[in-house]
């Protein structure tokens, strides 16, 4: 949450980070172990946070420094009701099949999945997610629009199946 002294690093070492994980676990497990919504937001706000698609003077488009040419999905049970502490890792292992996927993970509570895929053209980052947006509605799924922005923020979250292609 630090806006002033931000801290920088790759895509990997933000997602793999044995330190994020060994402060943030206990967290995590409370977070995963809240069932009521209203209860479990404010505990997310206090995890670690980044945004994925990009280094950033400042969190927002206009302080983009420099685009990572990582598109950022967000997959939610609000949006997908069908989408649970059961079915998410399903969803997770499913999506890992596919060679443009380059990331993809539990969400903090473990009921939802969020993945990166790499872009091609940075300039062009909300074009790219209308037609990620397309390609997941025709297999019935929902993606979260808010990560259209380039400057979306991302809580830090810890999957030990997290799956990883560098070559995507």
């Known amino acids: 949450w630090e806006t002033s002294n ?17 402060k ?9 172990a809240t069932e009521d919504k209203e ?4 505990l997310k706000k206090k995890l670690a946070c980044f945004q994925p698609s990009g280094l950033f003077s400042e969190r ?11 598109l950022q ?13 059961e079915t998410a890792p399903a969803l997770r292992d499913e999506l890992s099949k596919l060679k443009q996927v380059a990331y993809c993970s539990l969400s ?3 009921k939802g999945v969020w993945g990166v895929v790499p872009i091609e053209q940075p300039d062009h980052h909300k074009e790219h997610f209308e037609a990620l947006k397309a390609d997941f509605e025709a297999w019935g799924i929902v993606i979260d629009p808010a990560c259209s922005n380039v ?17 995507a």
């Open 6 to 22: 931000p801290k920088t690093g790759t895509f990997l070492q933000v997602v793999s980070s044995a330190k994020l994980a060994a």
């Open 24 to 32: 943030h676990g206990p967290l995590l497990s409370k977070i995963r």
């Open 39 to 42: 209860e479990r937001d404010p």
């Open 60 to 70: 927002n488009e206009a302080g983009l420094k420099a685009h990572s040419k990582l």
């Open 73 to 85: 999905f967000d997959i939610d049970p609000a949006q997908n009701p069908w989408l649970n502490a």
């Open 108 to 110: 903090a509570s473990w």
């Open 151 to 167: 400057a979306h923020l991302r809580f830090w979250s810890y999957d030990p199946d997290q799956y990883i292609n560098q070559n």
